[in-house]
């Protein structure tokens, strides 16, 4: 069965080009537009892993990790927080807000890949 992943990103071009890069990863995608869609269908759907966008409209990623990491289904979940900004800038706060790890823009197919996959067999493992 394959693993569920919500993907939270406001910028068509990027979702466009993380969808093509997940295209053969085996994770069953679902595609949230801005942080309070990505946050509703968190709630509608438990998803094993989400990779979420910094800034976006609506609700930016530092109140989206905040919100999700106070639902108990995603107490543990891994949450990957992207960032076109330097990320030692914004890695203590995305951390203390509950992200799991951080990834600078614009992101490198293996790269990506290969945390996604850490994370969700650490998951499996736990």
Sequence with gaps: MALSLLLVEDNART??????MLANSGFQVTVAVD????????????FDIVLLD??????????LL???RE??????TPLVFMTTSEPNQVADKAVRFGATVVLGKPL???????????LTKRRVVA
Aim: charged share 35%.
């Design 66 to 68: 905040k919100n999700l």
């Design 54 to 63: 910094h800034k976006m409209p609506l609700m930016d990623g530092y109140m």
């Design 35 to 46: 942080g309070l869609d990505g946050l509703n269908r968190a709630r509608k759907e438990c």
């Design 108 to 118: 490198q197919a293996d790269v990506l890949i290969s945390h996604l996959r850490d």
């Design 71 to 76: 639902e108990p289904e995603y107490d543990s």
């Design 15 to 20: 979702r466009e080009q993380i969808l093509e």
